[in-house]
């Protein structure tokens, strides 16, 4: 059980963000959301990479040689440039919304419909 | 309704999250490959990235060592995003002031 | 502009936090750290100023078109550098084990870290960290630049 405590961590983490995308109006709370959900995932893909009782791949003064899994950080390191990336997209695009429809409620900017 | 449906959903979601994160024993799996935290079950690509990453690279961190020479195509293409996603907030905040005028 | 007492510490902190991103790229192959983490760490000190100042005087000091310029010559740094092992593979570590520059043999195992070492690593961790300091600051530098067409009583 305690074992499993960080994959408890990374299903709460997500469905937070589940729910500020699905419930939330406001769009920069939609943005945190989704960031929210980002992080989660990177979170998951970390932990899969953990062997137990290893210390970080790096061999500078290292106190032994016994390590966890480097391929899977990497990859988390690309993952999470990527998220910024995105996430300034997102922001472009909520200050674009606003300039034009001179709210952030999802609800009304709707005026492509009428 | 629709808050109802939604809210559905989201318990749904997080009761097969929990479950499979508390006995991960059940995902799946038949043959006694389970998603302990901790105990990985296919580390031969990194072992060999631990063993021969020094002599190959000559980097003494061994993450460097495959963001930017064993899987430097990945660090390629995250450049290339993080380029065209500068250059889409440019363009897009650029048609903000044309407009205004 | 802030009152003066952010501006000091700005003006501490922005030395203090430029020497530290430098040192996190320079050594992205030895200690924790790289091209991404330096790169995001100096454009923290670009918003540090940004913040303190008000955006009417920054933008006389940090061009935009500078940082963008930035930007081009790292991704072009990292893609011709990774094109020159090209007799071998695309990536291919060229200049690992040489005895040139960054050349040196690695001894195997636990070492206390020599600077120069693992060939085109050190290369691709400062083209990355340039290309992420001018990515992220020409990033709030637009933000900060048209923020002004949206709300009336900007900075």
Not at chain 2, 36 to 60: C, E, K, L, S, W
Request: proline share 3%; net charge positive.
């Amino acid at each position: 059980m305690l074992f499993n405590l960080v994959y408890i961590t990374v299903a709460i983490v997500i469905i937070i963000g589940f729910y500020a995308a699905l419930f939330k109006r406001n769009l920069i709370k939609i943005v945190i959301g989704i960031s929210l959900i980002e992080s989660g995932v990177n979170l998951f893909l970390v932990s899969l990479g953990y062997r137990e009782g290893g210390i970080a791949p790096i061999y500078t003064n290292a106190p032994s040689t016994y390590m966890v899994l480097p391929t899977p950080q990497a990859l988390t390191l690309t993952s999470i440039v990527i998220g910024v990336a995105t996430t300034a997209m997102l922001l472009s695009f909520c200050v674009v919304i606003y300039r034009y429809y001179g709210t952030l409620d999802a609800r009304k900017v709707r005026r492509l419909k009428e | 309704m629709r808050k109802l449906l939604l809210c559905t959903a989201l318990i749904v979601v997080l009761a097969a999250f929990l479950y499979v994160s508390i006995n991960p024993a059940d995902f799946g799996y038949s043959t006694g490959d389970h998603l302990v935290f901790g105990h990985p079950r296919y580390v031969d690509m990194d072992d060999y990235f631990i063993h021969n990453g020094q002599n190959q690279t000559g980097a003494n961190n061994i993450v460097t060592s495959i963001v930017f020479d064993y899987r430097g195509f990945d660090t390629l293409g995250e450049a290339s995003v993080l380029f065209t996603a500068v250059l889409a907030v440019g363009m897009v905040l650029r048609a903000l002031r044309r407009d205004a005028k | 502009m802030m009152s003066k007492i952010v501006r000091t510490q700005a003006n501490f902190l922005y030395p203090l936090i430029m020497i530290f991103g430098f040192y996190i790229v320079a050594h992205g192959h030895l200690t924790p750290g790289g091209g991404f983490q330096g790169g995001a760490v100096i454009a923290t000190g670009v918003a540090l100023i940004a913040v303190a100042y008000s955006y009417k005087n920054v933008k006389t000091w940090i061009k935009k078109t500078r940082l963008t310029a930035t930007e081009a010559i790292g991704l072009l740094t990292f893609i011709i550098t990774a094109l020159l092992g090209i007799s071998r593979s695309f990536f291919y570590n060229w200049l690992a084990n040489t005895g040139l520059l960054f050349g040196q043999p690695v001894p195997y195992g636990i070492n206390p870290g020599y600077l120069n070492t693992a060939g085109t690593l050190p290369i691709m961790n400062f083209a990355v960290g340039i290309e992420v300091l001018g990515g992220l600051g020409v990033i709030i530098m637009y933000y900060l630049h048209y923020i002004k067409e949206v709300s009336k009583n900007a900075v």
